[in-house]
């Protein structure tokens, strides 16, 4: 193929490597909340001298660290499992007797009952530990206050980590979501630009195109756990779960066929087919390109509603172009590795601008 296409833009590697609080921004911030609200929660302790208080710092810890997108939940599962196991425990006990067979047979009873809460919601997680505290340290005749004791710190430990949560640095798991998806049309579109650029103008970057592969990837990790966070997140207005489940289920379909045409991205620079036999290929190319720039755009600013009429017409145009080849049998005479090559491209392109297509009309469904 001859570079009488018009030139599509290949993505460029940034020379400067990001900064280490670039990279790190999220982890650092994470680890001064935990340090925030642990010793906010021991400078409660220490100062009213609080009995038994330090059950307040761990809690707060405990909590700050379970859930980065969503610490209310972490504060409600650890409130409603220490006090479903501080309960149990504090009722249990005194039927079963204060000595250490009554004890044993209490942890066992309680032990396995929690465990198999915790199987079915994870909101009992703190339930068995909780009970087995009250059992063991309680002493004579002490569980029902030990009992209490532990519930009221907890729910002090939680409070001061939601706290700090909601006012340093809050993560926004719906925005940190949005991000997430607009990084992933972004990695797709730059290896949309190369596998193109590769198999209209003949450029045989097969390294880059195996590069910008492997970071799509690597962009498609964790959007389950940033899912299930914004899911979670506390907010005033409603998390639509299907219609980004079925948006993130689109893009997958885009970057698992990307993914295919990458791998096959060095048969379309060897197949070296005259560049003017769709001439509506280009131009379907560069407004697929420009797609997925301004759908990344759009997830990141909600509300923007994308019209996707000229990405029509290029499909349309292109349609028109392959029903004449088909008819004029114009590939006929080439070899098999030439022909073959030239089909799994067009069709192929033509797949991504329909997927595209499907993207924008089930973006305003976000919200």
Request: net charge neutral.
């Amino acid at each position: 193929m001859a570079s009488a296409n018009p030139s599509l833009p290949i993505p460029q590697n940034p020379t400067a490597p990001p900064s280490f609080w670039s990279q790190q921004s999220g982890p650092l911030k994470q680890g001064i909340k935990t340090g925030l609200a642990g010793t906010i929660t021991y400078a409660i302790y220490a100062g009213f001298h609080l009995p038994q208080g330090y059950w307040a710092v761990f809690a707060a810890l405990v909590v700050t660290q379970a859930n980065l997108g969503a610490s209310w939940k972490a504060a409600l599962y650890r409130t409603i499992g220490s006090t479903c196991g501080a309960l149990a425990a504090a009722l249990l006990m005194p039927m079963l007797g204060d000595t250490p067979a009554g004890a044993g047979i209490a942890l066992f009873l309680l032990a396995t009952f929690f465990g198999y809460l915790t199987s079915l919601h994870p909101s009992f997680t703190a339930a068995g530990f909780t009970a087995a505290l009250i059992l063991v340290f309680s002493g004579q005749g002490e569980p029902w206050h030990m009992a209490w004791l532990r519930v009221l710190y907890t729910i002090l430990g939680a409070f001061v980590a939601f706290g700090v949560g909601a006012l340093i640095w809050p993560v926004h798991a719906r925005v940190g979501l949005r991000c997430k998806i607009a990084s992933i049309l972004d990695g797709a579109g730059a290896l949309y630009r190369a596998v193109a650029a590769a198999a209209l103008q003949g450029i045989d970057n097969e390294q880059q195109v195996r590069e910008l592969d492997r970071q799509l990837h690597e962009l498609r990790r964790g959007i389950t756990q940033q899912m299930d966070e914004a899911k979670s997140e506390l907010a005033f207005s409603r998390f639509n779960e299907g219609a980004y489940l079925a948006f993130v289920d689109e893009a997958d379909q885009v970057r698992r066929r990307l993914t295919a045409m990458a791998e096959d991205s060095s048969l379309y620079v060897h197949a070296q087919l005259p560049p003017g036999l769709v001439p509506s290929l280009p131009a379907l190319v560069e407004k697929s390109a420009q797609m997925f720039a301004l759908l990344g755009e759009a997830v990141r600013k909600p509300g923007e509603v994308l019209n996707s009429a000229e990405l029509d017409a290029t499909i349309s145009a292109l349609d028109a172009d392959l029903a004449k080849l088909r008819e004029q049998r114009a590939t006929t005479p080439f070899a098999l590795d030439r022909m073959l090559p030239f089909w799994a491209l067009v069709f192929n392109l033509r797949e991504v601008a329909q997927d595209l297509k499907q993207l924008a009309s089930t973006l305003p469904q976000l919200g």
